[in-house]
């Protein structure tokens, strides 16, 4: 039970971090847009770059390497957090992952219902709305301090997981170019070689990485958006070690008496001792897990690097409303779908399930802990941008609509925070009130 805890706070803490620097990149992009810098911004984001192998060449725009490339590592990571959660953590039994997983469809069908009823002629920025940014949600709950209920952050993490998973659904699925199939063989085959590695065994991950990266390049041909092949690679790193925990104990305790019994006077190591140390390093390596140890090496560089770089090169906008009236259904879409869609899905659907006794509310949470978490599931930051650009061409439009992410997650930050303040001073009013007695 302690590893997955200790894992868990060490996920949070990074998410955390990263939803305050996430934030200061967003305001840098967005002050940079509106400066006498603004074209040369736009300029850089948009320079042409391409790699060519053997004839077969790729070419994008720098934001498309970022939208394609390195948010293929993110979803490389969501993917992990995923298998993860889904095989030993809050998902891994249909007791504790009932709740969280009727919230998470609950706070994906409102808001995407909500915004097909307002533009019914032009439905395809549906998912927009449906994502929840954990960076920020995690970020504002860290702020707090301890006055947060743990438990109200492992149920919004085990909850984003699963938006997560659905975000992924409808990227693969909806938002699409026109269809290479002539590629998906060769993908196929790949894909099939990275599973025969986990069926045989393989526990280094470098291998994965290879064949991954491949894969990254024939799903980008296929048409299918590329991180969706971060997805499917994490679904195949395997998640148990080389050796056990028992073999890697015995492993040390050799290692260590041989170490300790060539001890002399000579102040450097002998090679008896070397080879003792040589192997305390392989054991050390044979017995982390291949999911989590890759989950762990690209968090910070996920957290600390590719969301920030993201927020630089997409949150740039123009503030200028004019946009906002020309596209105002489409925005009203989305302010609606993540300010009212998001909690009214969320709170709706676990209310009225756990009424009909179909799931069981967890007991360390409260239902006000669950409405302010309904709203903090209105932060759609990260992957509403990214969707954004993936339903529209119509540059306007996109500036429009990130306007329109922007109030909302920020009025859904602001409600969220007050009622947490509010559910806390609840449960300290009920405390005060016991020890009285």
């Given at each position: 039970m302690l590893r997955p805890l200790v894992t868990f706070q060490r996920f949070v803490s990074k998410e955390a971090f990263s939803g305050v620097l996430l934030f200061s990149a967003t305001i840098i992009a967005i002050i940079v847009a509106n400066s006498p810098w603004a074209q040369a911004y736009y300029d850089f984001w948009h320079l042409p770059l391409g790699i060519s192998l053997n004839g077969f060449t790729i070419s994008m725009a720098l934001t498309y390497w970022i939208d394609d490339g390195l948010m293929s590592l993110f979803f490389l990571m969501v993917g992990l957090e995923i298998k993860r959660e889904l095989l030993i953590g809050e998902l891994s039994t249909l007791q504790s992952a009932a709740f969280p997983v009727v919230a998470a469809i609950g706070g994906m069908v409102v808001p995407a219902l909500i915004f097909i009823g307002l533009n019914p002629e032009n439905p395809i920025g549906f998912g927009i709305p449906m994502a929840t940014d954990i960076a920020f949600a995690l970020g504002i709950l860290m702020l707090l301090g301890d006055k947060v209920n743990p438990s109200l952050k492992l149920f919004l993490v085990a909850l984003a997981v699963v938006d997560d998973l659905g975000a992924v659904f409808v990227v693969a699925t909806v938002y699409t170019t026109e269809i290479q199939s002539q590629y998906f063989i060769i993908a196929g085959c790949?894909?099939?070689?990275?599973?025969?590695?986990?069926?045989?065994?393989?526990?280094?991950?470098?291998?994965?990485?290879?064949?991954?990266?491949a894969l990254w390049v024939y799903i980008h041909a296929i048409g299918i958006h590329a991180t969706i092949a971060g997805i499917l690679l994490a679904f195949a790193i395997p998640i148990s070690s080389k050796i056990d925990e028992e073999h890697f104990i015995n492993i040390q305790k050799l290692s260590m008496g041989k170490f300790k019994k060539y001890i002399d006077e000579i102040p450097v190591l002998n090679h008896h001792q070397i080879d003792a140390l040589e192997t305390i390093c392989h054991s050390y390596d044979d017995v982390q897990n291949p999911l989590v140890k890759l989950q762990h090496n690209l968090h910070g560089f996920s957290a600390f690097f590719i969301m920030p770089l993201f927020a630089l090169s997409n949150a740039g906008v123009l503030i200028d409303f004019s946009v906002v009236s020309q596209h105002f259904m489409v925005v009203l879409g989305v302010v609606l779908g993540l300010l009212i869609g998001k909690p009214v899905g969320i709170i709706g659907f676990t209310y009225i399930a756990s009424k009909l006794n179909l799931i069981h509310k967890p007991d360390n949470l409260t239902w006000s802990e669950i409405v302010a978490v309904g709203f903090l599931g209105g932060i759609g930051f990260t992957m509403s941008i990214f969707i954004t650009h993936l339903a529209f061409v119509d540059e306007s439009l996109i500036d429009a609509v990130k306007l329109g992410v922007f109030f909302a997650s920020f009025v859904a930050?602001?409600?969220?925070v007050f009622l947490i303040n509010v559910a806390t001073k609840k449960d300290m009013s009920y405390l005060t009130a016991d020890e009285h007695r």
């Amino acid at each position: 039970m302690l590893r997955p805890l200790v894992t868990f706070q060490r996920f949070v803490s990074k998410e955390a971090f990263s939803g305050v620097l996430l934030f200061s990149a967003t305001i840098i992009a967005i002050i940079v847009a509106n400066s006498p810098w603004a074209q040369a911004y736009y300029d850089f984001w948009h320079l042409p770059l391409g790699i060519s192998l053997n004839g077969f060449t790729i070419s994008m725009a720098l934001t498309y390497w970022i939208d394609d490339g390195l948010m293929s590592l993110f979803f490389l990571m969501v993917g992990l957090e995923i298998k993860r959660e889904l095989l030993i953590g809050e998902l891994s039994t249909l007791q504790s992952a009932a709740f969280p997983v009727v919230a998470a469809i609950g706070g994906m069908v409102v808001p995407a219902l909500i915004f097909i009823g307002l533009n019914p002629e032009n439905p395809i920025g549906f998912g927009i709305p449906m994502a929840t940014d954990i960076a920020f949600a995690l970020g504002i709950l860290m702020l707090l301090g301890d006055k947060v209920n743990p438990s109200l952050k492992l149920f919004l993490v085990a909850l984003a997981v699963v938006d997560d998973l659905g975000a992924v659904f409808v990227v693969a699925t909806v938002y699409t170019t026109e269809i290479q199939s002539q590629y998906f063989i060769i993908a196929g085959c790949i894909y099939a070689a990275i599973w025969l590695l986990n069926l045989k065994g393989v526990k280094a991950l470098w291998p994965y990485i290879i064949l991954g990266i491949a894969l990254w390049v024939y799903i980008h041909a296929i048409g299918i958006h590329a991180t969706i092949a971060g997805i499917l690679l994490a679904f195949a790193i395997p998640i148990s070690s080389k050796i056990d925990e028992e073999h890697f104990i015995n492993i040390q305790k050799l290692s260590m008496g041989k170490f300790k019994k060539y001890i002399d006077e000579i102040p450097v190591l002998n090679h008896h001792q070397i080879d003792a140390l040589e192997t305390i390093c392989h054991s050390y390596d044979d017995v982390q897990n291949p999911l989590v140890k890759l989950q762990h090496n690209l968090h910070g560089f996920s957290a600390f690097f590719i969301m920030p770089l993201f927020a630089l090169s997409n949150a740039g906008v123009l503030i200028d409303f004019s946009v906002v009236s020309q596209h105002f259904m489409v925005v009203l879409g989305v302010v609606l779908g993540l300010l009212i869609g998001k909690p009214v899905g969320i709170i709706g659907f676990t209310y009225i399930a756990s009424k009909l006794n179909l799931i069981h509310k967890p007991d360390n949470l409260t239902w006000s802990e669950i409405v302010a978490v309904g709203f903090l599931g209105g932060i759609g930051f990260t992957m509403s941008i990214f969707i954004t650009h993936l339903a529209f061409v119509d540059e306007s439009l996109i500036d429009a609509v990130k306007l329109g992410v922007f109030f909302a997650s920020f009025v859904a930050a602001v409600i969220g925070v007050f009622l947490i303040n509010v559910a806390t001073k609840k449960d300290m009013s009920y405390l005060t009130a016991d020890e009285h007695r």
